[in-house]
């Protein structure tokens, strides 16, 4: 398994943007499919975005598209979530996550960062 420890979360209002960063650790990082979770308050966690291993296949969730852009970086073991034009039902706890395929079952979770968009 690999370790991964979120960063760049916050308070932003409305219309704004956040950069969340997640470092994971382990030498078989670049192997790995990477993605975002979140989990808003009395809702389940939802997928929001992943990546292949090698960058080329992306996929996001339908209320992200066009506003969010996740990119990977494999020689720093990084994988990074660009949140632009932030609306306040984006607000919940957002999980990176690490596993194979389409990523429909994480093997590794981070602890996750919270995320607070005001109106």
């Known amino acids: 398994q690999v370790q991964l420890v979120e960063s760049g979360g916050g308070l932003v209002q409305a219309g704004g943007s956040l950069r969340l960063s997640c470092a994971a650790s382990?030498?078989?990082?670049?192997?790995?499919?990477m993605g975002w979770f979140r989990q808003a308050p009395g809702k389940e966690r939802e997928f929001v975005a992943r990546?292949?291993?090698?960058?080329?296949?992306?996929q996001y969730a339908d209320s992200v598209r066009g506003r969010f852009t996740i990119s990977k970086d494999n020689a720093k073991n990084m994988v990074n979530l660009q949140m632009n034009s932030l609306k306040p039902e984006d607000t919940a706890v957002y999980y990176c996550?690490?596993?194979?395929?389409?990523?429909?079952?994480?093997?590794?979770w981070g602890q996750g960062t919270q995320v607070t968009v005001s109106s």
């Open positions: 990546i292949s291993w090698s960058g080329g296949s992306i």
């Open positions: 996550a690490a596993g194979s395929g389409t990523l429909n079952r994480p093997t590794s």
């Open positions: 382990g030498r078989t990082f670049i192997t790995y499919t």
